[in-house]
């Protein structure tokens, strides 16, 4: 229907209302009124003709005002209402209106995200205060999925900070853009730098737990020095791995403990072990190591049992990871730091191997510093303290070597046992897909359906669909999601265009409706997390390339110029 059509169909049904108006005593008030401006009013009747002179002047009826206003010049016809302005407050501060203003339920209870994409209310949340204060997750894990430039470290990066906010220590082990440094320093933390050129790790160092065992002391102690040696023995392994591309054999395993454990009694204090002297300990081949090699003797045996291991080990320290791993630790994890991040953004991409492994060493690091802060709060030494850690870009060690998954599910799977909440990132569920194994496969898999809360920005549908098998979702809320993932419009003014489903998340807890939420950020944020650094223009840069070629112009036109044969004059 046009839009001259509509207007002619509410003015016949203004008409017929006037025909058929109401009686009552302000209606009369205001034809009374209306008279009074224009007599020849009274006259007529509603229809417009006039009334007959003989009859009786009838009893005027009820003026009705069209809710549009009336017909005609003058009429005050109006097209279109605005919505009124909506106002939000809590019941303290309009106390006055309540129970008339009503509540939207969203979560109110952690780091304030954003705003609920359909009512306006704010939303709250995050893992460690999910688990802790509202019971909303059995788990305090997050695992977020989304395609690249939606803003997932964004929204990580937010609930960072407001956990810091509550005493909560933010880790960032392996940052690989990087994407939280700067907001680490901004929060008076500490920023350590993994690479060639630019630090190491040490993985035989026992770190903050070793010094907390040695504080602690007693059968406490004791225990504490144990889990240090399983915690290196684990990340020793896992370099291994990454070199071989394949796990250790089990047998292979229990040569590296009882090396380690060699090490460790003829080691002095105060001087943490380095990789070469497993090297040595090997070629030596002490009573205690060949007791596992089951040689009964025979060195050919022996060396038939150890030189596998041995030949991994000279690949870590002659191979790509020798540089980083090999000496001893250049910066230690400070305990009583705010906040930390290991920034491992000067590897290379190309550099797979390298990067698993420094992502595996800073983790292994930060956790064992997690222990041993709850050992000395357990001991009565230290302030109890909770910890928040961010493993962004997950996909990278995944597919640096089969059999990592092992290595990262044991690092993480006691979160809640450790008073430690966590947020697991990556792109897609297709990350896990790729490993090497039906075993990888399902244990990555496990990652997304051991998380309490679970995290979507914009995905295909196809990848909705598949996330939908493990997380349970309807189909509105993969119609949702999947809009999010769509381009954004070929602009024709040529400003800035985002994507329609940039800063828009849709968070799951297990069987509940997913809530959808528009996260919008602040200056503050804007300035201390942008991921697109290097696409920044560089005002210095393109001043230097303008005088540059300014320079170049100005020396050829101070040659001569000369006849190419064939060519124009230059």
């Known amino acids: 229907m046009s839009r001259r059509s509509q207007e002619k169909k509410a003015e016949r049904a203004d008409r017929l209302a006037e025909e058929t108006a109401w009686r009552s005593p302000a209606g009369a008030a205001s034809a009374a009124s209306l008279a009074e401006l224009d007599p020849s009013w009274a006259e007529k009747k509603p229809g417009g003709k006039k009334a007959d002179s003989g009859r009786k ?8 005002i069209p809710p549009r206003g009336w017909y005609g010049p003058g009429g ?18 309009a106390c006055g209106m ?37 019971r909303y997750i059995s788990n305090p894990s997050l695992f977020m999925l989304g395609m690249p430039g939606l803003g997932k470290s964004t929204l990580v990066n937010r609930m960072l900070i407001g956990l810091s906010a509550t005493g909560v220590v933010p880790l960032v082990l392996g940052d690989l853009k990087p994407d939280y440094a700067d907001t680490v320093r901004a929060l008076g933390g500490q920023v350590i730098s993994i690479g060639r050129g ?10 903050a737990m070793g010094a907390a065992a040695a504080r602690i002391g007693g059968e406490a102690g004791e225990v504490l020095k144990a889990e240090t040696h399983g915690r290196v023995l684990n990340m020793v392994a896992a370099l291994v791995t990454i070199v071989r591309g394949r796990p250790m054999d089990d047998h292979e395993q229990s040569v590296l403990s009882a090396v380690l454990h060699h090490i460790r009694e003829r080691t002095p204090e105060g001087r943490p072990a380095l990789l070469p002297d497993l090297l040595r300990v090997l070629t030596e081949g002490p009573d205690r190591v060949r007791a596992v090699t089951l040689d009964r003797g ?19 320290l002659d191979g790509p990871l020798g540089d980083t791993f090999a000496s001893e630790t250049s910066t230690r994890i400070d305990p009583d730091a705010p906040a930390v991040c290991i920034d491992i953004s000067g590897i290379g991409e190309a550099d797979t191997q390298l990067t698993a492994a420094a992502m595996l060493a800073a983790w292994s690091d930060g956790l064992g510093t997690v222990a041993a802060s709850h050992a000395l709060a357990d001991a009565g030494l230290a302030p109890r303290r909770w910890f928040f850690t961010v493993l962004d870009e997950l996909w990278r060690p995944l597919r640096a070597a089969s059999g990592i998954v092992d290595r990262i599910d044991a ?33 990555a898999r496990g990652f997304v359906e051991r998380a309490g809360m679970v995290v979507c920005a914009g995905l295909p549908k196809a990848e909705m669909e598949d996330l939908g098998k493990v997380v349970g ?7 949702l999601v999947s809009s999010w993932s769509s381009p954004p419009g070929w602009g024709v003014s040529g400003e800035h ?74």
């Open 76 to 93: 005050g016809r109006v097209g279109y209402m605005d919505p009124p302005t909506m106002w939000r407050a809590t019941t303290v501060q």
């Open 497 to 570: 265009e985002e994507p329609p489903g940039r800063g828009r998340f849709l968070i799951k807890v297990g069987g509940r409706p997913g809530i959808p939420i528009k996260v919008a950020i602040t200056d503050a944020e804007r300035r201390l997390h942008n991921t697109n650094t290097r696409w920044t223009p560089n005002e210095t840069a393109v001043e230097q390339a303008v005088a540059h070629t300014a320079a170049q112009v100005a020396r050829a036109a101070q040659e001569e110029p000369r006849q190419l044969p064939g060519r124009w004059t230059a």
């Open 57 to 64: 002047t009838a009893r005027p009826k009820e003026l009705y």
């Open 98 to 134: 309540w129970p008339f203003a009503a509540g939207s339920g969203s979560p109110m209870t952690g780091v304030p995200l954003g705003q609920h994409l359909f009512t306006g209310a704010t939303v709250c949340g995050d893992p460690l205060n999910w688990f802790t204060r509202a």
């Open 198 to 207: 630019r630090g190491g790790i040490n993985v035989l160092d026992p770190g």
């Open 411 to 443: 690092l993480t799977r006691l979160n809640r046992s450790l008073g430690l909440g966590d947020a697991k990132i990556t792109h897609t569920l297709k990350d896990a897909e790729a490993l090497g194994t039906d075993s990888d496969r399902a244990k």
């Open 298 to 316: 025979d060195d050919t045996r022996y060396r038939d049992a150890v030189d596998p291991l041995h030949r991994s080990l000279l690949g870590i």
């Open 473 to 479: 979702l309807s189909r509105r809320e993969i119609e």
